[in-house]
Every structure is written in C-alpha cells, then in structure tokens.
C-alpha cells in the first residue's frame, strides 16, 4: 500500500463537492460562520494589533486579505493572521477524542488560497471540509494522544494544512505528498505553550502550523520535494513520537466514504475545552436555583487529574493576562457565579481584577477525580458542589458541554453567537449579509467577493 501521505493526496485531489453529504456541507458552512464571527471578536484586541502590527512589517506580495483589518498581503502571511483572529478568544470549535484541536483554525488555509486564486464556494467548501475530515481523524490516530506526553496540536496541524492549500492551489498527487512532507517534517510543537503561565502562543501554536502549511504548499507547487513516507518511514512521525500507540487505519478509513466533521463541536464559552463542562454546570445551579455570588461559601469541582493539574495550578488562582485567564478553571468558575456567564468581555484587565472575581477565586477548589480519570478522553465529566452561607448545599453533574454534538447549537444559537461577536465589529446590516452568503457560501462564485464582506 502506498504511504499515509500519498493516499491523502489521492483523496484531496478527487474529492468531489457533490460527494460530500449535504449535512456535512451545511456543518462546515456553520463552522465558517462560527470562525468569522470569532475573528472580528478579536479584531483590534491589543495581541491582534501587536501581530498585525508584524504583518505589515513583512509586507509582501497583495495576494489574500486580513479580516477585519482589510490589510492585504501574501498567502502565508494572510493566512497566519486569519488563523490568529479565529483562534485569540479561544472560543472557536472544538474536538477532543484522544487528541484536542480546534480545526476551524485550518480554516484560513482555504479562505486565503481561495480568494488568490478565485475560486468558487464549491471550492473552497471542499477544502474545508478535507480539513475537518483529517484533522478529526489525526486527533484520534495516537493513544493516549500526543498531549498526553507533552506535544501540543499543532504538530497534528502541520500535517493537515498542506492538503487544504494544496487543493485549492491546484497541486497534483505528486505535489501534494510533498507538501505534507515538507509541513510535516517542520513544525512539531512543544506542549509547554499551553501549561503554566500562558503567553500569547497559547493562540498562536496552530495558526503557526496553518501558515507552515500554506508555505509548503507554495513550496512544493514548484517541484519541491518532501518526505514521502513521513508518517511511517524510518524517523518518520510514528516511530519518533513512540510513547504512543498509533493506528494508521484511523488516518484512511472511510476518507471520502465517511464522513466524520459533525462529530466537531462548537464552543459556548471562550475558554479552554475542559473548563465548559463545569461552567455549564456552575451556571445550571446559579440560574435554576437562584444562587447569588454572595451567598456561596465554597464550590468544589470535581475533574479530570488535567483539569486539577494544568487547568488549575497556582498559576491560574492568580491570572494577570487573558491566556492564563481562559485557560484557568478556578477563575471561569468564579466569572460564571459573579458575573452569570462568561463571555469574551469577562477577560478583560477590569473583569480578571474585579474584587469580587478575586474573592470568589478563594473559594474554590479543583479536584482530580478517579472515576472521571476513567472516563477521559471520552467522556469529560464534572461534578460541582456548591455550599451556601445558610447551610445548603447543591450538586450537578455534567457530561456534554453546550456546543458538543451530543448538546448540540442550533442554527439560531450559532447565528446568534455570530451576531454577538460581530457587534460593534462591523455594521449591522453587513452582519446580516454576512450571514446570508456564509450560509449560502455554495452559491458564491468567487471567495474574493466574500472576503471583501470581513472588512
């Protein structure tokens, strides 16, 4: 059989639009909005400034444009920008099996290629979904997952992000097994980004290996040449990653037959994945039994050994930037009772030193639970107990967090996120249209029209 690589390439280049389930079409079109949405929430936050700022230092070539800022320059730089945007709030889509990633990171790798080369929504959808067809699977592939021994997901990206430029660039087979050759023997990422005090490459890992990808697929439309056996060759990604059992089986099966993107899930909450399961529960037990922030004495969460380690450190009962805030369970579960919610303005310098956030912040506790261990990666589990000042005592247990597709967002609940996330962003009436032509994006003739809506 031909190598890992080869056999993706042989599924980009002949996947066809009319092949792909119409329910799969509609998803991916709602992971489009989703993003975008997520990307002028972002738009003008000072760490978007700071990197667009480096963008226009690079300059380059006018190929592709900047959401939000309209900037326009070339393919890899636009793309690493775009990518930057959708993921800053941490509140674009999730998946999480044995692996987590955020596939709509990928995203931009299609958008910036499609509107240089001005292809159709048809087009551009294709790719899209090729990207969620294997970053899912990638993310499944390794048991434990490659985080589970210090990797982070972008070294799963750097294979996938090759294939969606390179379809819509036009590469052959030939070309595109080099590009994930030359993407995929560059760009393996260290897992410390996202643990302990968190910097701005907590948000910036993936889209690094999003524009890697991009670039490698420049590269190798050239007659570039890349590892083509760099997945299972010799010092290839599963001899060299060893503490993990891979499946090669999980990488092929089903491609262009099953199709596995709704099993994606969207993120309620603009905070790191495990955190949602609890918020979700926290927030049940303030609204449906009334509990005010003044009336708790304790909460106790109940979680994964992760969730009590990495997401709730000594670091993360002190937050002082936004990166450590959201991925910090002490201090969403504090946002939620305090503020009732927690949405992208509760990171804010204000709302992180807000003294009543503080206050709350003693009062939790975060505790690794066996029997969740157990259930993990499958199953997330929480377990939230809370006790108020007059002696009473309330427990819920959570299992799906709102936006997972066993809890799904309806189309409304997707629009109205959008909607929420553009405010202010852009008018209201290009928000309306915005919507219209994502969700009719198949009717688009040329992405580079669309593209002129982000601005």
């Not at 972008?154 to 996938?160: D, G």
């Not at 490698?216 to 599963?238: H, N, R």
Request: aromatic share 8%; glycine share 8%.
């Amino acid at each position: 059989m031909s190598s890992v690589s080869r056999e993706w390439a042989k599924f980009a280049v002949g996947l066809k639009y009319e092949e792909i389930p119409e329910d799969v079409i509609k998803e991916v079109k709602r992971f489009l909005l989703d993003s975008v949405g997520c990307a002028l929430a972002a738009f003008k936050n000072e760490d978007m400034d700071n990197a667009h700022k480096y963008i226009e230092q690079l300059g380059g070539r006018e190929q592709a444009t900047v959401i939000g800022y309209g900037t326009k320059t070339n393919l890899p730089n636009a793309t690493l920008m775009n990518s930057l945007l959708i993921r800053a709030l941490d509140y674009n889509d999730i998946f999480w099996k044995e692996d987590p990633s955020h596939p709509s990171d990928i995203i931009p790798a299609a958008l910036s290629t499609g509107e240089y080369k001005k292809v159709s929504g048809k087009e551009a959808l294709v790719a899209m979904v090729i990207a969620y067809e294997l970053e899912l699977r990638m993310c499944m592939a390794a048991h434990p997952g490659i985080r589970e021994i210090g990797w982070h997901h972008a070294s799963l990206t750097q294979f996938v992000s090759p294939v969606v430029a390179g379809r819509v660039l036009g590469l052959n087979e030939e070309q595109l097994t080099a590009a994930i050759g030359i993407s995929g023997s560059s760009h393996f990422t260290l897992g410390g980004v996202v643990a302990g005090h968190l910097t701005n490459m907590k948000n910036t890992a993936d889209p690094m290996a999003v524009e890697a990808g991009v670039r490698a697929a420049m590269l190798a439309s050239t007659g570039y040449t890349g590892p083509v056996e760099v997945f299972e060759g010799k010092e290839g990604l599963f001899e060299v990653i060893k503490d993990v059992e891979w499946n090669k089986d999980v990488l092929l099966d089903g491609l262009g037959k099953k199709f596995i993107t709704r099993e994606c899930g969207y993120k309620a909450f603009p905070t790191e994945a495990l955190t949602h399961q609890p918020i979700t529960a926290v927030l049940e037990l303030v609204h449906g039994e009334s509990i005010s922030y003044e009336s708790v004495e304790s909460i106790l969460i109940e979680t994964t050994t992760r969730g009590a380690d990495i997401l709730s450190d000594p670091s993360k009962y002190n937050p002082t930037t936004k990166e450590t805030a959201d991925h910090s369970l002490p201090y969403c579960i504090a946002v939620a009772v305090v503020k009732g919610n927690v949405l992208p303005e509760h990171f804010s310098e204000d709302v992180i030193f807000d003294p009543a956030v503080r206050d709350m912040l003693k009062r939790i506790k975060v505790v690794a639970n066996p029997e969740i261990d157990a259930l993990f990666p499958k199953v997330k589990r929480a377990i939230v107990t809370i006790k108020t000042k007059d002696g009473k005592e309330f427990k819920k247990q959570e299992d799906y967090a709102k936006g997972q597709p066993e809890n799904p967002m309806s189309d409304e609940e997707v629009i109205s996120k959008f909607e929420s996330n553009a405010k202010g962003k852009i008018s209201n009436d290009r928000i309306d249209e915005i919507v219209e032509k994502t969700l009719h994006f198949e009717e688009i003739g040329d992405v580079s029209e669309y593209m002129k809506l982000l601005y």
